[in-house]
């Protein structure tokens, strides 16, 4: 990096879309989904814009498991659309203990567990790659 670098706003007009919606029932007297810690440190990793570019070439998938929640989808919980929610991400579904890998070179920024108070995430990582791309790996059976 030489410091001569120029930063530019290009807008990206997007056509028409429709997304899917999706029902989750929870169990009577469980609408608590998730722990403030656990939602404080998660944006927290978010956030994070380091200026570094740690990753080169195309991002890899990181689970061979099929995707059963796709971006964008509108979840509706005990009947309620959730407001401003739309799913943020792609989930895979795949065998339990089956190894996810790393989109992209980066490092390692959080580490969430179950057992620490991360109910709603599960056993999360969370990778930085540099640059504000970031991946966030949740609902992990373990952590090795």
Known sequence: ?????ETYRVTVNLGDRTFRTQQIWLPPGDS??????????VAEFKRLVTPER???GPMLRPSQGYVSTEYGVQRYYNGVFAEDYYHRGVDYAAATGTPVV???DGYVRLVGKEANG??????TIGLDHGQGVLSIMIHLSRID
């Open 118 to 123: 991360f109910e709603l995430h599960g056993n």
């Open 102 to 104: 790393s989109p992209a």
């Open 32 to 41: 608590d989904l998730g722990t403030d810690a656990e939602f404080d440190r």
């Open 54 to 56: 740690h990753w080169s």
């Open 1 to 5: 990096m030489s410091g001569t670098e």
